[in-house]
């Protein structure tokens, strides 16, 4: 039996990723290194900063919040 | 007579012609014969369709993101590993592993989205540098939001 007075355990440390064998549909992935930003990466495949919104809608279900991503997390990179 | 002669010449030659113009209308067209081919020639396969057919747990993959040695028991600072067999093909599948405590909380939730061709295997990993609590572990795999199967763990000190 669990005690109820337990703190609840907290994972907001954790980190992670995925990758596969098999191709992605279209366009590319990404994993991500320390001191990335969304910013950084779009300006990286798009040559421009401002097209960070292309990634995080395509990889809404990863980022909770564009200002926030993590070492590790792998996002799909939409065609330009 | 010399134009009794003429005339049956002229018949012969036009009957002659006639016959040829006959005998070229009974040859079968070449497409006729090439759409007997390939009716006769077996359908391609269809593609199989996209399945998730296993998932392995461990502390490590290889390169094929296979799992080495599998294990459902982890230490604090393991790094764990699910490594989702796949077999079929699409044109685009979202694989999500969405890993979850024993009281419920999410742990981290991670999706790839892939287009396989045939068998594949992705491979999905959480690790905490604090370390991760004790206690009973689950992670449910699901494709394009269905869930498709689950897999219990448990970390131990």
Redesign the interface.
């Known amino acids: 039996m669990p005690d109820s007075k337990q703190p609840k355990a907290d994972f907001s440390d954790v980190e992670g990723g995925s990758s596969s064998t098999a191709p992605a549909p279209s366009g590319q992935s990404y994993t991500v290194v320390k001191g990335d930003s969304l910013s950084k990466i779009a300006k990286h495949f798009y040559g421009d900063a401002q097209k960070w919104r292309k990634i995080y809608e395509a990889n809404r279900n990863e980022i909770k919040n564009p200002d926030l991503i993590y070492p590790g997390q792998t996002f799909t990179i939409p065609d330009a | 007579m010399r134009t009794l002669r003429g005339r049956l010449y002229l018949l012969v030659i036009l009957g002659g012609a006639v016959s040829a113009l006959g005998c070229k209308k009974q040859t079968p067209p070449a497409e006729s014969g090439s759409a007997d081919t390939a009716a006769a020639a077996p359908a391609p396969a269809a593609p199989e369709a996209f399945a998730v057919s296993e998932v392995t747990l461990g502390k490590a993959i290889g390169a094929?993101?296979k799992v080495a040695s599998p294990t459902t028991t982890f230490g604090p600072k393991d790094t764990i590993y699910a490594s989702v067999a796949?077999t079929g093909s699409a044109?685009?599948k979202?694989?999500?592993?969405k890993?979850t405590?024993q009281?419920g909380?999410?742990?981290?939730?991670?999706?790839?989205?892939?287009?396989?061709?045939g068998p594949?295997?992705?491979?999905?990993?959480?690790?905490?540098?604090?370390g991760w609590?004790v206690?009973k572990y689950k992670v449910e795999i699901s494709a394009d939001g269905t869930p498709a199967t689950t897999k219990d763990f448990e970390v131990k000190k």
């Open positions: 094929d993101k796949t044109p685009s979202t694989l999500t592993a890993w405590f009281d909380q999410t742990v981290k939730e991670g999706s790839e989205t892939i287009a396989p061709t594949a295997v992705t491979a999905f990993h959480i690790e905490k540098k604090t609590p206690g």
